[in-house]
């Protein structure tokens, strides 16, 4: 497998942004119990606020990559266009974008150990 060297690094939720977009997830979701999913969201945070290692996850990984953390009505339309699946991990080289991790991994993640399994599924794809 060739390793490609990403220039950018995309994670991106299954999830609108703006705080009232983030309000009625967060509703739907605790209080409401409703079928909201994002699995990305779980594992990055917790009721309220995001979890510290994911904070220090996305701090390492700026070291070498440029990252971006996006909602769905965030996303660039040259991600779009790629109809990927939320939420996932997009990489982009100098011409292309790969998708690193799909929305079918994201469920088997752990909520507790997510940022842990995340980071190793991660490295495994990029290193």
């Known amino acids: 497998m060739t390793i490609k060297k990403f220039k950018t690094i995309y994670f991106i939720y299954n999830a609108d942004g703006g705080l009232l ?4 997830y967060w509703i739907n979701k605790n209080l409401l119990k409703k079928k909201t999913s994002c699995e990305l969201c779980d594992i990055s945070h917790s009721k309220i ?8 996850f996305i701090k390492e990984l700026k ?3 440029k990252v971006e953390v996006l909602h769905r ?3 660039p339309e040259r991600i779009l266009e790629k109809n990927y ?5 997009i990489g982009e080289t100098e011409h292309d974008l790969t998708e690193i991790i799909d929305s079918i991994s994201f469920s088997g993640f752990r909520k507790t150990e997510g940022v842990k399994e995340l980071h190793e599924k991660l490295f495994e794809k990029v290193a």
Do not use: D, G, T
């Open 73 to 75: 009505n965030e996303i």
């Open 85 to 89: 699946a939320f939420p996932c991990v």
């Open 49 to 56: 606020f995001a979890r510290s290692e994911w904070l220090q």
């Open 63 to 65: 070291k070498e990559y």
């Open 21 to 24: 977009n983030e309000i009625k």
